[in-house]
């Protein structure tokens, strides 16, 4: 992703302005997403070090409070391919798409990169796709009639939305595009929405899921990386990992890490 904002890890943790600069570069040139990198390989000095940067753009979440701020994105051979900790591809989609208080900001740090070459991290431009659709599309995609499966377990995010619109009155960051295309085939029969003509929900979504994956691009990342991006905005989702995941131990295989940021601490939104 040749397109992404690049900042140097010791540029932006030093200095008297720092970290100010990341959030401003973040918001500004990066238009909602960047990539810092680290020197060296010293990950719980760069954990803490990001948590410094991303506290300039929001208070730093423990989403799962047993893990800390950081959550571990490790590979399990027997998860669902397409799940989290899965081998296969995991579609686009925005974390805790149905909570009220859905989190701003996601940071990807990454300790292992995958031995086979594969697991890269997506992301897509929804405001982009939001502008391809038709103007009939987007309202059907306003109306609050979708719903999802919430997850468990979760804190500092809100309660779970009975029915909420997949696209807000204003596409400007404020509130957010509430997507996931794992809800597609599940609209197609009939199931999370609830609507008098389901079949038109589902071939609008569908129209939305095409669009969102045509301005996918993917990035690799690399140890002692760090990919942040505002998912009011992108989508993110993980490319295949390599065959033969089998040949190596759970120590060796594609580690990130993971953790979210809020509004702001005033309930502004940078």
Known sequence: MSDVLTLKGRELTSGP????????AVTGPGAGRALVQF???????????S????????????????????SDLAVSLAADPGRTHGVGENRLHVDLVDRDCLPRYIALYCVREDPLGGGASALADLWHAVDVISDTDRMVLAE?????????????????LERFPVLPERIDGSTPIRFTAKMRP????????????????????GRFVDAVFACRSTIRLQPGELLVFDQHRYAHGRMP??????????DERRLLRQTYVGAGAFGDTR
């Open 39 to 49: 020197e060296g390989h010293d990950h719980p000095l760069n954990l803490e070090l």
């Open 51 to 70: 948590l410094s940067l991303l506290s300039s753009l929001g208070p730093v979440l423990s989403v799962y409070p047993g893990d800390g701020c950081w």
């Open 186 to 205: 599940h609209l197609e029969r009939g199931e999370l929405v609830d609507a008098e003509e389901p079949q038109v929900i589902a071939a609008a979504f």
């Open 17 to 24: 302005h720092a970290p100010g600069q990341f959030a401003d």
């Open 241 to 250: 990992l390599g065959d033969g995941q089998n040949g190596y131990g759970a």
């Open 144 to 160: 609050p009639v979708f719903s999802y499966f919430a997850d468990q377990g979760v804190h500092g995010v809100g309660e779970s």
